[in-house]
């Protein structure tokens, strides 16, 4: 039985809800690799804030052309169908609301729909690159994340304590033991794993949840 | 009229003390690393320019380009979105020692101001950084029952861009993704010079392919075979080399 979903496995469940055409950005890092599970017969087309529309895979070693990278600055690909554009055009994509879906990381998320990502405190050198644009704009914004901190703390909270990244812009967590949606200012529990009764999962969430009668379950393939 | 300029420490020649200099790149890709290493090669020979306001994305990886600009000691202050690289240690060291100031700016905002700056636009309501510390102290505004928070325009005394055709007149075009800020940049700067692979006559360049008009540019220098930031860090570059 699966104790909880590995990152690639909560990877493969945000690809299930991307539909075929959809316009969609990944933040840096775990969310790219959204981009594998994509199901058959369906084909989204992918934004980087560097000003690629549907880009390709990552090369092989030693063929990378480093003008051709992506916002985490890795190298990608062409495939037909690829444009290029400016980074104001770029960003007009992102808060003119062109995009069907952008997926995040998220180090808390809050009932309200308040998504802290960009900022642990003040230590160290500050950086946000684009979060804060892709909090606004997309039809859509989800976070995949562990559904608990490294030490056990709950991640879905009820008011975020870190530095905002955005307010009220999240509308779906994809954790590694359950899809929650955020709806007038709740967390609504869509799916969870079969093992788990609800009273486990609300005990790991920082928030009470709304809970439908039968909560579907969170069944994921072995990857 | 002829906007070739016949070598890279020409077209950096301007430069004071104290200017505010947009460089355009996204990490490596569409980075001026030549005419950045010229600017250094002045500082190193004249000790100027110094206390520069530098305009780019990130805070330079390694220790060339950008790193290399900071590193020699001639960037008073880093206006950027991310200043993290694969290594970002020189950027780093200096920030926590207090030796150079950084104004963070969301990535879309930023490309927005510049955008603005080149436009003629003072100010805009973006929703970017609502309600976060990044917006602290910002105007903000409600428009159709949404709240925004108000940019200025950012302008700069000098942009050093990279491109990949221009001609004389310096229309310019980009190769791929190393287009990012450096079109931005061109129209907001007082004096754009741009590095490019191969100067062109007039006529060479499509007009239908043209992405930065020339009005925006006043030089452009060939630089043939640019050296790339990534390909410079897997070799352990430095710039100025040390002599060993």
Known sequence: MTAKLSPTQIAWRAAQDIADGAYVNLGIGFPEMVAKFQPPGRQAIFHTENGILGFGEAPAAGSEDWDLINAGKKAVTIKPGTAFFHHADSFAMVRGGHLDVAILGAYEVAENGDLANWSTGPKGVPAVGGAMDLVHGAKRVAVITDHVTKDGKPKLVQRCSLPLTGVGCVTRIYSSHAVVDIEGGRFVLREKLPHLSVDELQAMTGAAMIVPAAPADLIVPEL | ?244
Request: charged fraction near 20%; charge should be negative; glycine fraction near 10%.
């Open chain 2, 1 to 244: 009229m002829d906007k070739t300029l016949p070598d890279l420490a020409t077209a950096v020649g301007g430069i004071d003390d104290g200017m505010t200099v947009m460089i355009g790149g996204f990490g490596g890709s569409g980075a001026p690393i030549e005419l950045i290493h010229a600017l250094i090669d002045r500082f190193v020979a004249t000790g100027h320019p110094r206390d520069l306001v530098v305009v780019n994305n990130n805070a330079g990886n390694g220790h060339v380009g950008l790193a290399a600009l900071i590193e020699a000691g001639m960037v008073r202050k880093l206006i950027c979105s991310f200043p993290r690289s694969a290594d970002p240690v020189v950027f780093t060291e200096m920030y926590l020692a207090g030796k150079i100031e950084l104004e963070l700016v969301p990535q879309g905002t930023l490309a927005e101001r510049i955008r603005a700056g080149g436009a003629g636009i003072p100010a805009f309501y973006t929703p970017t950084s609502f309600g976060t510390d990044l917006a602290k102290g910002k105007p903000v505004e409600v428009f159709e029952g949404r709240s925004y928070v108000q940019e200025r325009w950012l302008k700069a005394d000098y942009a050093l861009v990279k491109a990949h055709l221009g001609d004389t007149l310096g229309n310019l075009t980009y190769r791929m993704a190393a287009r990012n800020f450096n079109p931005l940049m061109c129209m907001a700067a007082a004096r754009t010079v741009v590095q490019v692979s191969k100067i062109v006559a007039p006529g060479s360049i499509d007009p239908e392919a043209v992405i930065t008009p020339g009005i925006f540019v006043q030089g452009v220098v060939e630089v043939p075979d640019p050296a790339q930031e990534e390909m410079l860090n897997r070799a352990n570059a430095r710039y100025p080399e040390v002599a060993e």
